[in-house]
């Protein structure tokens, strides 16, 4: 059996346009029809960073600290923070997640010391804050950062997601387009876009060992 050797296939955004106007039985005939539909791929692709369904786009940065200074602006690409440490001497240490109340109750939030905890403050340009506040200017802080996916800009770019994911693009823009276009169609593409996203949202889940440990506590001994 002779197989392609190729690896290599990809869609461009006008790839998907067409692809989901042929879903819902349409044409591309119009500037207007690529215009709304890159709309409507740009509000899926936020609709899946509110879900958390871009895994592939965590990145790992850091902060140098400076001492006194408990308050740092990052990116505006950062959607979220999902793990923060402090580097010390070469030593990493876990800081703890606070919620905005916990924060706000901190009585003391220019305490100095080794951090060991952060809280995230998720305006238009984001905000770490860290308490203690840093002791000195040698520590680093390093977190992993869940960031904005790129734009479906040029209709001959490529999206900013793996093939694993393609099929799942493909049938929420689809449904998406049913939604103003083809409203007779709206439920099967709906009933597959939640398939797709489902299976989709189940491999881009973080995968660890999982180990079941016996439970003594109901044996009686004697």
């Given at each position: 059996?002779?197989?392609?050797?190729?690896?290599?296939?990809?869609?461009d955004v006008?790839?998907?346009?067409?692809?989901?106007?042929?879903?819902?039985?349409?044409?591309?005939?119009?500037?207007?029809?690529?215009?709304?539909?890159?709309?409507?791929?740009?509000?899926?692709?936020?609709?899946?960073?509110?879900?958390?369904?871009?895994?592939?786009?965590?990145?790992?940065?850091?902060?140098?600290?400076?001492?006194?200074?408990?308050?740092?602006?990052?990116?505006?690409?950062?959607?979220?923070?999902?793990?923060?440490?402090?580097?010390?001497?070469?030593?990493?240490?876990?800081?703890?997640?606070?919620?905005?109340?916990?924060?706000?109750?901190?009585?003391?939030?220019?305490?100095?010391?080794?951090?060991?905890?952060?809280?995230?403050?998720?305006?238009?340009?984001?905000?770490?804050?860290?308490?203690?506040?840093?002791?000195?200017?040698?520590?680093?802080?390093?977190?992993?950062?869940?960031?904005?996916?790129?734009?479906?800009?040029?209709?001959?770019?490529?999206?900013?997601?793996?093939?694993?994911?393609?099929?799942?693009?493909?049938a929420g823009?689809?449904?998406?387009?049913?939604?103003?276009?083809?409203?007779?169609?709206?439920?099967?593409?709906?009933?597959?876009?939640?398939?797709?996203?489902?299976?989709?949202?189940?491999?881009?889940?973080?995968?660890?060992?999982?180990?079941?440990?016996?439970?003594?506590?109901?044996?009686?001994?004697?």
């Amino acid at each position: 059996m002779s197989l392609s050797g190729s690896k290599d296939f990809e869609l461009d955004v006008a790839d998907y346009v067409e692809e989901a106007f042929e879903r819902c039985g349409l044409e591309v005939r119009t500037g207007y029809d690529l215009k709304t539909a890159k709309r409507s791929l740009n509000l899926l692709l936020a609709d899946w960073a509110n879900r958390g369904l871009n895994q592939w786009t965590i990145k790992q940065r850091s902060q140098a600290l400076v001492q006194g200074t408990g308050n740092y602006n990052l990116d505006k690409d950062i959607i979220d923070i999902l793990s923060v440490v402090v580097r010390r001497d070469g030593t990493d240490y876990s800081l703890e997640r606070l919620s905005r109340d916990e924060y706000l109750t901190i009585p003391t939030k220019t305490t100095q010391s080794r951090p060991n905890q952060f809280f995230l403050d998720r305006q238009l340009t984001p905000s770490l804050k860290l308490w203690p506040v840093p002791e000195n200017s040698t520590d680093v802080v390093y977190y992993d950062a869940l960031t904005r996916m790129d734009d479906a800009d040029v209709y001959t770019n490529t999206m900013d997601l793996p093939f694993r994911f393609y099929p799942c693009l493909a049938a929420g823009l689809a449904y998406y387009i049913a939604l103003k276009r083809a409203p007779q169609r709206i439920q099967v593409l709906k009933s597959i876009y939640e398939e797709e996203f489902q299976r989709a949202a189940e491999e881009d889940r973080d995968r660890a060992s999982f180990n079941v440990a016996p439970s003594f506590s109901t044996y009686r001994i004697g």
